[in-house]
């Protein structure tokens, strides 16, 4: 079975960082894109990030470019969000997923792009 565990969440004051971690297990993910979507309170789910497995191509959102970086370690099967210069309205619920199919796919931001997701992780940004 497939699982996709966050952490790293928190509140943290308008400025500040976080790292967030989503640690895989079940199989090996190596072949397939991961990316990293947020939901707010009564908003849609929204994509952030994606990072196809060898790392080499990276996708943000306008959003969050040049403030949030996402990376991976396949040997850990781990992906990483950092987050750095938050803001209040990077306040949402953090989940991160994997894609459906292997391969580089393009910028894979749509969300039924992804077949397996974690529970979330709470990221409050206070101002």
């Known amino acids: 079975q497939v699982q996709l565990a966050e952490s790293g969440g928190g509140l943290v004051q308008a400025g500040g960082s976080l790292r967030l971690s989503c640690a895989a297990s079940?199989?090996?993910?190596?072949?397939?894109?991961m990316g990293w979507f947020r939901q707010a309170p009564g908003k849609e789910r929204e994509f952030v990030a994606s990072i196809y497995w060898s790392g080499g191509s990276r996708n943000y959102a306008d959003s969050v470019k040049g403030r949030f970086t996402i990376s991976r370690d396949n040997a850990k099967n781990t992906v990483y969000l950092q987050m750095n210069s938050l803001k209040p309205e990077d306040t949402a619920v953090y989940y991160c997923?994997?894609?459906?199919?292997?391969?580089?796919?393009?910028?894979?931001?749509?969300?039924?792009?992804?077949?397996?997701w974690g529970q979330g992780t709470q990221v409050t940004v206070s101002s």
């Open positions: 079940g199989r090996t993910f190596i072949s397939y894109a």
């Open positions: 997923a994997k894609d459906r199919r292997p391969g580089y796919l393009g910028p894979r931001q749509n969300a039924d792009d992804y077949d397996y």
